[in-house]
């Protein structure tokens, strides 16, 4: 049996704050005491984190690692590793692969390829078609995570844009829908407009125009009317509108509630302001939009009507990025960066530290129902981060572990530092070096 003391650690958890030591027994924390309560054996690995916070493994519910068929971009090793070095121990991962995620079958192959590959643990999302209903009822809601739909076009094709089969996959859905929610239609109503205005080429700052708040609310709302006719469970990714916000509430507890949302980092940390500055490099789907949503998300996140935060990762090679703006892929790398950023945040009062763990890393466990995974406590798996509130980094091309290469936070600097990662209780990262041996496990789920 191998053993691990962390000793002399704050943690920060289930809104507590404080001192201890905590033991760790092969893959669970084993005993959670008073520094100098527990007793150190000879063969016990020691880390002395006095003045260090001590956090749960981040969950990132929303990656793409483009394996298979897109590994030039990224791939489970590569971008399991990153997620690692931020303290991200967990990952969910989209189903806009090649070939698409539309059966069980090719749902089990990823699961294979993560199982020898990914370094932090691991769920995969069943996809959604126009016309595979049939498989998705298959989906055993104990072992994978969601059903994904995207509501707006993605990589590939699994635009599900059928009014049938969109009713059918909300009312005979075995488990959670994740959904990208924008109006297809109104976007390349939007674009035709802009390409007839720009005909030699757009610039970026065009993208929140074309993937505009009405699309997103029209798809959001459309979304959202479904899951309450059929008592689907939903959860709405990427919110970046000030007027999406208004279809959740903050007034039950989120373990009873049906319908979710969550934001991403960059929804939160960029507005249309950015543009000019970083064009292409800030080109997501859903856009990045206007300070005034900005602010709008940041005050649902913190009045609990959105209810976590993850990345949607979605790597793209440098040299995509930095074609014209109509033929650039939106998308950009982010997993490595989550936690440093949102700590950063809360230093700078925008949340409470306590806040940004909850979304980080209980919420995300408590909403898909994650067992045993999310939380410091005796008896769970121990998926640890170990960050340093005193160092700070900035983001460089020497310290990026994207497989791209390239970060939109290069030339950023956090106040915070991960220094630790702790995977099922392997040491999976220390102090800037990578254990490759380690291994992630499958999510499993109390559902």
């Known amino acids: 049996m191998s053993a691990t003391l962390i000793r002399n650690t704050t943690l920060i958890n289930e809104g507590k704050r404080f001192v201890a030591d905590l033991l760790i027994r092969d893959a669970y924390i084993e005993k959670i005491a008073e520094p100098g309560k527990i007793d150190a054996k000879a063969d016990f690995r020691i880390i002395d984190a006095k003045g260090l916070l001590l956090v749960p493994g981040v969950i990132d519910d929303q990656v793409h690692f483009r394996e298979p068929g897109l590994t030039y971009k990224a791939d489970i090793q590569s971008e399991s590793r990153a997620a690692i070095a931020g303290g991200i121990t967990s ?23 993560a199982a020898q590959k990914s370094m932090a643990n691991y769920s995969f999302y069943m996809g959604a078609s126009n016309d595979n209903v049939a498989e998705i009822v298959k989906t055993d809601p104990k072992i994978v995570c969601g059903i994904k739909v995207f509501m707006g076009s993605s990589t590939g094709n699994m635009l599900v844009d059928d009014e049938e089969s969109l009713s059918k996959i909300f009312a005979n859905a075995p488990t959670l829908v994740a959904v990208h929610c924008e109006d297809e239609t109104t976007i390349r109503q939007n674009m035709d407009a802009f390409r007839q205005k720009f005909p030699d080429g757009a610039p970026a700052e065009v993208h929140p125009q074309i993937r505009n708040a009405e699309a997103c609310y029209l798809s959001s709302s459309k979304a959202v009317a479904l899951a309450k006719k059929y008592h689907t469970r939903l959860h709405i990714l990427h919110l970046s509108t000030a007027i999406e916000t208004e279809l959740f509430t903050d007034e039950i507890p989120l373990e009873e509630k049906q319908i979710t949302a969550e934001v991403c980092l960059h929804h939160l940390w960029f507005s249309d302001r950015d543009y000019d500055q970083k064009g292409n ?167």
């Not at 005034?292 to 649902?300: F, G, S």
């Not at 995509?320 to 960066?337: C, D, I, L, N, T």
């Not at 306590?354 to 466990?365: D, F, R, S, Y």
């Not at 700070?392 to 791209?404: A, D, L, R």
Request: hydrophobic content about 35%.
């Open 281 to 447: 490099f800030i080109k997501w789907n859903p856009a990045v939009k206007s300070e005034e949503d900005r602010q709008a998300l940041w005050e649902a996140l913190r009045s609990r009507k959105i209810d976590v935060v993850a990345t949607d990762h979605a790597p793209h090679t440098f040299e995509e990025k930095s074609r014209p703006y109509f033929e650039a892929p939106s998308g950009g790398p982010m997993v490595q960066h989550l936690l440093p950023a949102m700590l950063d945040l809360a230093k700078k009062d925008y949340l409470t530290t306590g806040m940004a763990i909850e979304k980080l890393c209980h919420n995300p466990a408590k909403l898909f129902k994650i067992q045993k995974r999310g939380f410091i406590r005796e008896g769970y798996y121990a998926d640890l981060v170990i960050v340093d509130p005193n160092r700070s980094q900035t983001v460089s091309s020497e310290n990026i572990h994207y497989k791209c290469g390239w970060s939109p936070f290069e030339g950023t600097t956090f106040s915070h530092t991960v220094t630790h990662t702790l995977v099922n209780g392997q040491l999976a990262y220390s102090n800037g070096q990578v254990n490759e041996k380690v291994k992630g496990e499958r999510l499993s789920f109390d559902r």
């Open 91 to 113: 990952f969910m991962e989209m189903p806009n692969t090649i070939p698409n995620v539309l059966t069980q079958e090719l749902l089990e192959e990823k699961y294979q390829l």
